[in-house]
């Protein structure tokens, strides 16, 4: 049966049982851009601490290794998204990553849309209900807490 052409009252995330505004919303647009800014300034604060060469924090600034802070970026996104249901900019902007089906998100799931997001292209292609690529294909998405 073909899905009916959307209309000016649906909302993001109406197609998939979830409340137009307050918990368990859609996670809007701001509230992603500014979470996954924090992480990324966070990862690359561990590159530049641990695996920059140079004398000072100083000396090191200006000069990550683009390589390490993707890795760290990716382990802080699979290691929080597994255990606290979001990564450290999803959690301080109020926001969760949540199965569609009620269950915990388990490992797989942040592994997959984790190693999807460090390809970008995923990420910034969106469905009618602002899921992600990366989302949509490991079956979960980011909500208001």
């Not at 998100?105 to 190693?115: E, I, Y």
């Amino acid at each position: 049966m073909p899905t009916p052409p959307s209309t000016a009252q649906d909302w993001p995330g109406k197609r998939l049982g979830l409340p137009e505004r307050g918990p368990r919303s859609i996670a809007r647009p701001g509230r992603r851009f500014a979470a996954i800014i924090l992480d990324w300034i966070i990862a690359t604060s561990i590159s530049v601490v641990f695996f920059t060469p140079g004398e000072t924090i100083l000396d090191r600034l200006g000069a990550s290794n683009a390589t390490a802070t993707l890795v760290a970026f990716a382990i802080l996104q699979v290691a929080f998204i597994s255990t606290a249901g979001g990564s450290l900019g999803h959690l301080v902007f109020g926001m969760r990553v949540v199965p569609l089906t009620p269950a915990w998100v388990g490992v797989l799931r942040p592994l997959g849309r984790t190693a999807l997001l460090c390809l970008f292209i995923p990420a910034v292609i969106w469905d009618r209900d602002q899921r992600g690529m990366h989302d949509r294909l490991v079956g979960t998405v980011l909500v208001r807490r």
